[in-house]
């Protein structure tokens, strides 16, 4: 089975700052993937990082870069120079890698909810 | 292109009535997921297809919910004899093929409210 912990639910930066939106994680699975995504008010689901379990490097997409550190189980989420627009809900999120029987289906965390003040 | 479509929109109906609601995903990507959102449970997965099969039905949350897939695209999530507790969101996505196989692409949802 698969587990996504958020433990924030809310977190407050000013624009123009740095944020991390924290996320740990439990999984058997000897391979798998890491996401982020952002649902703003308007409830679509917009995707914004992915990470593989065998990738060297830590994920960045622009302001977002991901966190990953495997031996902790963790896959932060980094946003730079917040924006007024960031303000949303954040979920972190994990699939199974190929032919595991986790593969199809995200498995999400509870959410963040991040305000960004002017 | 277009992005994944869901509809209805919105949908309200009576407790006891079944529902179908559709999804289109992107055009050429073989794999589709349902997912519902309710506050209580927060976003759970129900059912993946890989071209019209479903390898994964683990999440659907009683034998009242089905959901098909024909030709490859449009899928129909179908809820029989609604409860109330059956009220969420229920999101489609669709990802493709080949190297970007794991980023799903979420349609805008379609709110149940059962009465």
């Known amino acids: 089975a698969q587990k996504i912990t958020q433990t924030q639910p809310g977190m407050f930066v000013q624009e123009k700052e740095a944020v991390t939106l924290d996320c740990t994680y439990d999984t058997s699975d000897p391979s798998y993937g890491l996401f982020w995504y952002k649902q703003p008010s308007s409830g679509e689901m917009i995707f914004l990082i992915y990470q593989g379990s065998y990738d060297q490097q830590n994920a960045t997409e622009g302001r977002y870069s991901l966190n990953f550190q495997k031996a902790r189980k963790s896959a932060n989420l980094v946003i730079s120079a917040s924006q007024l627009g960031d303000s949303a809900m954040y979920f972190c999120?994990?699939?199974?890698?190929?032919?595991?029987?986790?593969?199809?289906?995200?498995?999400f965390g509870q959410g963040t909810i991040l305000t960004v003040h002017p | 292109g277009a992005g994944v479509s869901q509809s209805p929109s919105n949908k309200v109906t009576e407790k006891g009535k079944d529902v179908e609601l559709r999804c289109d995903p992107i055009s050429g990507h073989t794999a589709l997921y349902w997912y519902r959102q309710s506050l209580g449970q927060g976003l759970e997965f129900l059912i993946y297809f890989q071209g019209n099969s479903a390898p994964d039905k683990s999440g659907l949350p009683s034998d009242r919910f089905s959901a098909e897939r024909t030709g490859g695209s449009v899928s129909t999530l179908t809820i029989q004899r609604t409860q109330q507790e059956d009220s969420a969101v229920y999101l489609c996505?669709?990802?493709?093929?080949?190297?970007?196989?794991?980023?799903?692409?979420f349609g805008p949802g379609t709110r149940l409210t059962v009465t």
């Open positions: 999120a994990m699939r199974g890698g190929a032919g595991g029987t986790s593969y199809g289906k995200l498995t």
């Open positions: 996505a669709s990802s493709p093929d080949g190297t970007r196989s794991y980023e799903q692409y």
